[in-house]
T-cell receptor
Framework: QKEVEQNSGPLSVPEGAIASLNCTYS??????FFWYRQYSGKSPELIMS????GDKEDGRFTAQLNKASQYVSLLIRDSQPSDSATYLC????????????FGSGTRLLVRP | NAGVTQTPKFRILKIGQSMTLQCTQD?????MYWYRQDPGMGLKLIYY???????DKGEVPNGYNVSRSTTEDFPLRLELAAPSQTSVYFC???????????FGSGTRLTVV
């Protein structure tokens, strides 16, 4: 059973701080990794994707991937109250259906 | 640019009733997926399709059925609704590869 694990939180950080969200996965052949943001009562929204070891930056967001440790993380710099949401990690294996396995999500609270 | 459209947004079913959740995308994506999300949980894959005429079971297919007669449409059929099918249902589409998903707005289903 392929699994994606996340700490459910809530992770509480003050406004302006760096929020660090972590995810581990069990399938060593996983190829693509995604972070989705989900506001309460809304659908998931893709915010970052990463495929190669190392860091990928997009604005205030940085995704980090370490395939040897089977570990993906998302850093949010200068956290804002509007970043308060649940963040879902998703992993895609070598399967040609490109179906994603999702973690259960980490709830982030940014305190004003 | 509608993206992925799901109908209805809300529905209450009685035990034993049947219904079809509609999903349509206008992005000419070959890959489409149905997930369910229970409170505090991640997304569980019900069924998926890699192209018109091709469907396959995901992690939790029991009690559901799908069809894919066109690239645009991927309806999900619930037969003999049970309280365990109370959930939020998300349809998603993808162009495949490393592009991730675009999600619909979801259908909140309650079975009483």
């Amino acid at each position: 059973q392929k699994e994606v694990e996340q700490n459910s939180g809530p992770l509480s950080v003050p406004e302006g701080a760096i929020a660090s969200l972590n995810c581990t996965y069990s399938d060593r052949v996983s190829q693509s990794f995604f972070w989705y943001r989900q506001y309460s009562g809304k659908s998931p929204e893709l915010i970052m994707s990463i495929y190669s070891n190392g860091d990928k930056e997009d604005g205030r967001f940085t995704a980090q991937l370490n395939k040897a440790s089977q570990y993906v993380s998302l850093l949010i710099r200068d956290s804002q109250p509007s970043d308060s949401a649940t963040y879902l990690c998703a992993v895609n294996g070598q399967d040609s259906s490109y179906k994603l396995i999702f973690g259960s999500g980490t709830r982030l609270l940014v305190r004003p | 640019n509608a993206g992925v459209t799901q109908t209805p947004k809300f529905r209450i079913l009685k035990i034993g009733q049947s219904m079809t959740l509609q999903c349509t995308q206008d992005m000419n994506h070959n890959y489409m997926y149905w997930y369910r999300q229970d409170p505090g949980m991640g997304l569980k894959l019900i069924y998926y399709s890699v192209g018109a005429g091709i469907t396959d079971k995901g992690e939790v297919p029991n009690g559901y059925n799908v069809s894919r007669s066109t690239t645009e449409d991927f309806p999900l059929r619930l037969e003999l609704a049970a309280p365990s099918q109370t959930s939020v249902y998300f349809c998603a589409s993808s162009r495949g590869g490393n592009y991730g998903y675009t999600f619909g707005s979801g259908t909140r289903l309650t079975v009483v």
